[in-house]
């Protein structure tokens, strides 16, 4: 029977056979970034300390014994020298995750696992052969941080050691009916899309919208079969950037033989609505929506969607921000599966802007990497466009895909903006009660529902993620009406409806915060064009009783420069300034955590990094509001049958998150909690909590943050 790996009934699969299936496949992996040797390698020696005599009892017994097989490898791969030990931290990490490099006396660092005594595995030499590893991990390139680069290449190496042992795994497991289905060819997607958009083409009348766009389109399209490297798609509100980036992308991944092409989005309510789009353009079963949001446990016919958002095995990828860069950044196998599947695709970033600050460095850094060695096209696509040409390569040129940029945005110009400076309360008050349609966003919970308040009466509105979800889309819908029956509507917000929500004001008023934020702001004036130039305002203000702001007091500061300086806030020169200036003033808080610091020649802290790289602190606690007949039957179900994943997603229309700041010994959640106003909901989850004093959560405008000694809250 010889050696074996692992057992189904009857059914067996070697150790021998195990390795040559996972190494052929983690090579073929590889292969996509020219190290198939690299991947061939790891797979072959990953599993050798299923050699000893104390695996294979506990494989035949089937029994609980622990018995450590991963060490193995990753001695083997030490005592070689040469390039081998970079092998040691995927072998090492195939199951627990990427170790820190660490010292001998940490028993879970690379260090402590070359010295740990392991069981006698040394029958593998009858069996395996060691491939040999002659060719260098990654060339030197004279701006390259080489020590970073290395990083990257073992994460990348690692990826496809673990998604290859998983995956033949499965096809013994499942005796080769493993249900995966990885969708259609990109030939096939360029033709779907081609007759999604053959009539627009056909209007290239410059002096209409659709004719502008048409003009954007098409410019996409040709600019696709420039070959692989760094893109801008700078198109202004209304310019129909969506279709024309997946234009864009799928004739340059034909052109350029890419797997697939990857959107990544900063917010779920964007993503919901692209990921529609492409469905409805390119089939259901070509495009894999992978958020906290999506559930595919539920039904079986969504198996292969489950079985796909576990390593993006599919030629269309809607996800986020978060998703993307925390596996870039992770150590576990469960995340670091997809990011060999990155390699060799054309990555888009819609609302380019909104890369993360704290982390932009290695951000930027990361997808150098992907762009110069993994064969990554990257798109930026934004209508206030980042001034990133510094942070990239020297020798890098980062090409625009709109025509006639600046043309394109006076044409499309639907607003002007004043700026009223810094006012009181008061005057804000009396101004907003002159309007009939209108929309005020201001920067916190707080601040909307105090304003709210002093106005509330008929046709008045509140929106901020102190009402729970399904909450929030019943007063949007109310909303939409009102505008649609062009009745009285005055909605006072926080800047939730900034990005993907689409209603149409005749004036906004915004308080100062980033630029990008109060052009988005504008986005939701005059937004189908309708209204004269001239009649349609966006006001900038200040408010003198002003709340603190986490984390936007540079942002607020620069775009107060910039007010001063421009006219035009919305002018592209504005934008690029404002930028500048604020990557300038962050100076080294672009890399908060100093994830940089981490990679130092073989010495890469992978669980240290993972642990610190995280773009939405855990720092808030879960409060379920229970005010309708399905929230209280949902509560029911997880107090009574317990929590699964796909009764917390449905949780999650009923939940609103708040933030319980540690430093502080009075933080608004302490006050909630102190009042007894929560109680837990689970013992099985923590932080997650009901809402027990319906006093204290109105319908007009959610959780009320108004408790004495209250505090801001930002959405």
Not at 156 to 182: I, W
Not at 209 to 237: A, D
Not at 366 to 372: G, T
Not at 497 to 518: H, K, N
Request: contains cysteine.
């Amino acid at each position: 029977m010889g050696y074996i790996a692992h057992k189904d009934g009857e059914r067996v699969q070697t150790v021998k056979e195990h390795l040559e299936g996972t190494a052929e496949r983690a090579g073929n992996f590889a292969e996509k970034f020219g190290k198939r040797e690299w991947g061939y390698c790891c797979g072959m020696l990953h599993d050798i300390g299923k050699y000893s005599k104390e695996f294979q009892k506990k494989i035949q017994e089937n029994t609980n014994d622990k018995v450590d097989h991963a060490t193995a490898g990753a001695q083997v791969c030490k005592e070689l020298g040469g390039y081998y030990p970079i092998l040691s931290y995927c072998i090492a990490g195939h199951h627990a995750g990427l170790p820190d490099y660490g010292n001998t006396a940490i028993s879970s660092s690379l260090c402590g696992r070359w010295k740990k005594k392991i069981c006698d595995y040394q029958d593998y030499k009858d069996e395996v052969e060691i491939p040999d590893l002659d060719t260098e991990p990654i060339k030197f390139k004279e701006d390259r941080n080489m020590d970073f680069s290395l990083g990257t290449f073992i994460r990348m190496l690692y990826s496809c050691l673990v998604d290859a042992d998983f995956l033949d795994t499965e096809s013994f497991m499942k005796n080769g009916d493993t249900g995966r289905n990885s969708g259609e060819t990109m030939v096939t997607l360029q033709n779907r899309l081609k007759n999604h958009i053959s009539e627009w083409l056909k209007n290239t009348d410059a002096d209409t919208i659709n004719g502008r766009r048409t003009e954007i389109l098409s410019h996409c399209i040709k600019e696709g079969k420039q070959k692989e490297g760094i893109f801008r798609l700078t198109v202004p509100t209304g310019g129909g950037k969506t279709v024309a980036s997946l234009a864009f992308a799928l004739e340059h991944a034909v052109k350029n033989h890419k797997d697939r092409i990857i959107y990544v989005i900063p917010y779920t309510s964007i993503i919901e609505q692209n990921a529609q789009v492409f469905r409805e353009i390119l089939g259901e079963e070509n495009v894999l929506e992978n958020h906290y949001n999506v559930d595919y446990e539920s039904s079986e016919e969504f198996k292969p969607m489950q079985l796909a958002s576990e390593n993006w095995d599919k030629p269309v990828v809607v996800t986020t921000n978060v998703q993307f860069f925390e596996s870039l950044f992770a150590n576990k196998s469960s995340k670091c599966r997809k990011i060999h599947n990155i390699a060799n695709s054309v990555v888009i970033f819609d609302e380019a802007q909104m890369l993360p600050m704290d982390y932009l460095k290695p951000c930027i850094a990361m997808l150098q990497e992907l762009v110069d060695s993994y064969s990554v096209s990257i798109v930026l696509c934004t209508a206030t466009q980042p001034a990133l040409d510094s942070f990239f390569s020297k020798n890098e040129l980062i090409k625009e895909l709109c025509p006639r940029m600046e043309e394109q945005f006076l044409f499309f110009k639907r607003v002007n903006y004043q700026n009223l400076g810094r006012i009181r309360e008061d005057d804000l008050l009396e101004k907003l009660k002159k309007e009939n349609n209108a929309l005020c966003i201001v920067n916190t919970k707080k601040a909307a529902q105090m304003i709210y308040k002093e106005l509330q009466g008929e046709g008045i509105y509140h929106l901020s993620t102190s009402m729970y979800p399904k909450h929030r889309k019943r007063v949007l819908k109310r909303i939409r009406e009102r505008l649609k029956n062009n009745e009285k509507c005055i909605v006072i917000s926080t800047s939730l409806v900034e990005a993907g929500v689409d209603l149409d004001f005749a004036t906004v008023y915004r308080q100062i915060a980033g630029l990008d934020s109060m052009i988005q702001a504008a986005g939701r004036c005059n937004r189908e064009g309708k209204r004269e130039l001239s009649e349609s305002m966006v006001y900038i203000f200040d408010l003198e009783e002003s709340y603190s702001v986490p984390n936007q007091r540079q942002q607020i500061d620069v775009s107060k420069g910039i007010l001063q300086d421009y006219t035009d806030i919305a002018d592209l020169k504005a934008i690029h300034d404002y930028f500048t200036r604020l990557y300038h003033y962050r100076g080294t808080s672009l890399d908060k955590k100093k994830i940089m610091d981490e990679f130092q020649k073989m010495e890469c802290n992978f669980a240290k990094v993972a642990k610190e790289f995280k773009l939405i602190e855990e720092n808030t606690k879960t409060i379920f509001i229970n005010r309708e007949p399905e929230a209280d039957e949902l509560l029911q179900e997880l107090r009574i049958k317990g929590v699964t994943r796909e009764r917390m997603r449905k949780a999650g229309q009923y939940c609103i998150q708040i933030y319980d700041n540690a430093k502080s010994e009075n933080s608004f959640f302490d006050r909630l909690n102190g009042a007894g106003m929560l109680r837990p909901v689970s013992e099985e989850m923590q932080d997650f909590y009901e809402l027990v004093d319906g006093e204290q959560y109105s319908e007009e405008y959610g959780l009320d943050f108004s408790l004495e000694d209250g505090m801001a809250f930002f959405v």
